[in-house]
């Protein structure tokens, strides 16, 4: 198992240290799960790592790293809605599905230090599979982070930077160390092992409903819910399990959508554009990293972006909180941005929303 540099070509071990690639382009992953099946899924391992006969995973670290994550219930909305609760995680967020499989990867690997940037949600979620696996954990998250993740990281036992400024300078800052310091960066957005984790939350919609709905809702910031989603997709096409890609709607926030205009402006990479406050700060992002793996899937599967209305977002999180789901700003823009997509395209029905953070996370 190897990384394949996604700009030159270069094949580099998984074990190297290195972000990414001397030429700049970032790692994808050279494996090639077999072909998927419900019989394959070990039913007696009550986490993601259920589904590890198609994950890449070196050893059995993940037997020590493992929180319990995944396998979160689909619950039905209303006659179209269904939301998957990827809130009911060990930290709240759907990230833990990438953080497990990631810090599974680093025990692995033998890393004992690691630093990563995030809006939150990620920087949660890697410190606490830091703090199980015994690694020392460092987080980057730009001002306005909400509180209460920062109160979360810290309880995980690791170190927090607030960085003045927006979501990308953070990154820029975070990623200055890890070039200065040769520190490992167990990011999200670089390292594609969180990818194999985020792609069990399709294998679970798929082993509990037997099926896949005809519609998907995904936000895009740096992508990490999309690739994952996409990758397994392909997978159970690829595996005969589903006969053709399901209608995937991509959300950008109206305040910060690079990719969205860059797909409308026929670009192959997203467009420059300048942030702007939002209530969605887990999707703002201004530079994603893989914004061309992205548009690269949006062309090929006719993936439709839509605008999550930031005047809809806290009546979205108002609606949903009265049937009982209390989530963060961010997971309520995709519900609003899903009302927007029905109000351009008409009655959407069979669709799966992810609650993706839960409610107490944003509450500042």
Known sequence: MNFKCAKCGKITSVSTRAPKCECGGLWK???????????????????????????????????????????????RFNEDVLLKMDYFMPTLSFKDRGAAVLVAHCKAIGIDSVVQDSSGNAGNAVAAYCGKAGIKCEIFVPEGTSPKKIDMIKAHGSKVNVVPGNRDHCADVCRAKVED????????????????????????????????????????????????????????????????????????????????????????????????????????????MRDQEIL???????????????????????????????????????????????????????????MCGAGLKSDH
């Open 29 to 75: 992953l050279e494996f090639q799960p077999p072909k998927f099946t419900l019989e394959d899924v070990d039913k007696d391992e009550w986490s993601l790592f259920r589904y590890r006969k198609f994950i890449a995973l070196e050893d059995d670290s993940w037997k020590d790293i493992s929180l319990g994550e995944g396998m979160t219930p689909i619950v």
């Open 296 to 354: 690269e899937y949006v062309r090929k599967y006719g993936i439709r972006f839509i605008h999550a209305p930031e005047e809809k977002i806290l009546e979205a999180r108002a609606e949903l909180a009265s049937k009982g789901i209390y989530c963060e700003h961010t997971t309520a823009a995709n519900y609003a941005a899903y009302k927007e997509y029905c109000h351009v395209y008409g009655k959407t029905p069979d669709c799966l929303i992810t």
């Open 181 to 288: 310091e040769g520190v490992y960066y167990a990011n999200h957005v670089y390292n594609p092992f969180f990818y194999e984790g985020t792609k069990t939350y399709i294998y679970e919609a798929y082993e509990q409903l037997h099926r896949i709905p005809e519609n998907i809702v995904v936000p895009v910031g740096n992508g990490t819910l999309f690739l994952g989603v996409m990758h397994a997709l392909e997978h159970l096409l690829e595996s005969g399990c589903i006969d053709h890609m399901p209608q995937i709607i991509a959300l950008q926030s109206e305040k910060c959508d690079p990719l969205m205009k860059g797909y409308e402006e026929g670009l192959d990479k997203a467009a420059e554009v300048s942030p702007e406050p939002t209530l969605a700060e887990g999707i703002a992002i201004g530079k994603p």
